[in-house]
């Protein structure tokens, strides 16, 4: 493999194990120079483990770690050339913030003249420029994290590690801070792993998102091709919201028969002829029939409860047609709900497309869902 091919991170079948509890099963991925990570999943799947083991804070029982095509398994954190940024920041209280920039560079003997030079554009590059003589008790969360994020960059890393660096902060300037983060990992063109178990964070800031569940990686793509082809129940339930219809069976070719209705499915090859689907649809993929036309998975429903959310409304209906009387809830435009006077209680038609709707074979990862 040339030097251009080669992953600037490879992490190959990692294991951890805590006394008898697996915290990491065999998890394996890869990293392109100037790529962003994030790790995604729930408490307790693993995501801390895996960034620890990657940063040589935690050794793993198994599997290997290399960084630029360096075994680094057994290496301590301190010869990895790795900057971490935690959750606490972890912040020296007793330094102002130009100094803990700069503690890491003083131990590599840098000289004074070029060390203030460096701090400052650090300072400069992370938009804290002139606030330098303050101590983080007298900056901000979002400034403190700044201040992290400078020292983590200071002695140019192969990597940077993010641990839930915005769950701390309020939801403003989360939003704000974490599109400051992506441009400037962008500008530094630094391989970056987050972890994170906000879905949006990973939704909007990573080139490609691991799902990690019970210790094991059960999903790794693009943003946009976990949400949209979830592989599993459990990735199509954690991020955003979806509509499971449960107890389809797979009657023959795309259909699937639910009680004596018909709901027609693109990913019907999913399912053998017989077995019974876990069908989903995502809320915002869900349409009201406005123009009368009938389409093969078109259906009269009743509606139930709608929640106003500003833009938009999340709508709960119930189809009167199919025999489980699922609930299905819709996302509709404001506009749309005004124009087409949308209101509790009243009958319309719904519309499930085809090409929307996602199958799943009903075993054991339904659970779950």
Known sequence: MSPAEQPHLEVVNVSKLFGTVTALDKVSFTASQGEFLSILGPSGCGKTTILRVVAGLEPQTSGSVSINGQDVSRLPVSKRNIGIVFQSYALFPNLTATKNVAYGLKSKGMDKKDLRKKVEDLMDLVGLSG????????????????????????????????????SALDAKVRIKLRSEIRDLQR?????????????????????????????????????????????????????????????????????????????????????????????AIRPEDVL?????????????????????????FRVRFQPTQMDTNPIIEAEIATEKIRRLDIREGQLTDIDLPVDRIRVYESQGSQAHA
């Open 187 to 279: 500008r530094l063109g630094v391989t970056t792993i987050m972890v994170t178990h906000d879905q949006e964070e990973a939704l909007t800031m990573a080139d490609r998102i691991l799902v990690m569940d019970q210790g094991e990686l059960v999903q790794f793509g693009a943003p946009h091709e976990i949400y949209d082809f979830p592989s599993t129940p459990f990735v199509a339930s954690f991020i955003g919201s979806m509509n499971f219809i449960r107890g389809a069976v797979k009657a023959e070719e795309n259909r699937f028969k639910l009680g004596e209705s018909l709901i027609h499915a693109g990913e019907a090859n999913k399912v053998s002829n017989g077995a019974e689907a876990l069908m």
């Open 288 to 312: 009201v029939n406005a123009n009368g036309q009938s389409g093969p998975n078109t259906f009269q429903a009743k509606v139930l409860h709608m929640e106003y959310k500003g833009s938009n």
């Open 131 to 166: 606030m330098g003589e303050k101590y983080p008790s007298q900056l901000s969360g979002g400034q403190q994290q700044r201040v992290a994020l400078a020292r983590a960059m200071a002695l140019s890393p192969n990597l940077l590690l993010l641990d839930e660096p915005l």
